[in-house]
């Protein structure tokens, strides 16, 4: 079992749509959980921090669920920008700072 | 303006050379990183190191070597040993000593060997 996994995707939603991603990690210690974005053929960027209690950033909702290690992200009122692949990151335990990459989901915003 | 280099952007070299991908930051981080991504899959931890001088296997580390001399660079080499190279080349640096703390990525190295 990989120790991040994400829906494999693709997800092909019109603009405005709501669209929502799903991880899921093996590791029960794990501390810290991300989303980054990548856009074609460019490097990862964060896109935010995953806190227990939720967080929101203008349309974009993140929620973590330790008890099932399930991780969301939900941005609603898409926009063609949105286009990328989002990948789910969780931290080992095993080195303070080592991240575990999902493959990641790729989106695309449909006009 | 503060970030994080790596060139070249492009790079072609011949089955059984030796190839050194640059990595440079000016965040003053003591954490450097190094991954590899193949197409359609997550990034892959090769090495890493969270102070000068020290350095560790990541989980891909077999045909590849690092160095860590100086806190801003952290170039990587791969070797002949190592039996698929091609792929893109990404070197990231956090702050140390934060489990939560955001890792900065440069924008890559893409590697083919012909």
């Known amino acids: 079992r990989k120790e991040v996994e994400q829906d494999p995707g693709p997800f092909n939603v019109p603009e405005g749509a709501t669209v929502a991603f799903n991880c899921t990690y093996s590791?029960?210690?794990?501390?810290?959980f991300f989303w980054y974005r990548q856009d074609c053929r460019k490097e990862p960027k964060l896109l935010m921090s995953v806190y227990s209690s939720g967080n929101e950033d203008g349309r974009f909702t993140a929620q973590l669920n330790r008890a099932s290690q399930y991780i969301s992200l939900l941005i609603r009122d898409s926009k063609l920008s949105d286009s990328a692949t989002y990948l789910c990151v969780v931290n080992s335990i095993q080195g303070a700072q080592k991240l575990v990459f999902g493959q990641g989901t790729r989106l695309t915003i449909n006009p | 303006d503060g970030g994080i280099t790596q060139s070249p952007k492009y790079l072609f070299r011949k089955e059984g050379q030796n190839v050194t991908l640059s990595c440079e930051q000016n965040?003053?981080?003591?954490?450097m990183y190094w991954y590899r991504q193949d197409p359609g899959q997550g990034l892959r931890l090769i090495y890493y190191s969270q102070i000068v001088n020290d350095f560790q296997k990541g989980d891909i580390a077999e045909g590849y070597s690092v160095s860590r001399e100086k806190k801003e660079s952290f170039p990587l080499t791969v070797t002949s040993a190592q039996k698929n190279p091609t792929a893109f080349y990404l070197c990231?640096?956090?702050?140390?000593?934060?489990?939560?703390?955001?890792?900065?990525f440069g924008p890559g190295t893409r590697l083919t060997v012909l």
């Open positions: 590791n029960s210690a794990s501390q810290s």
């Open positions: 965040l003053n981080h003591d954490a």
């Open positions: 990231a640096s956090s702050i140390r000593d934060r489990v939560s703390n955001e890792q900065f």
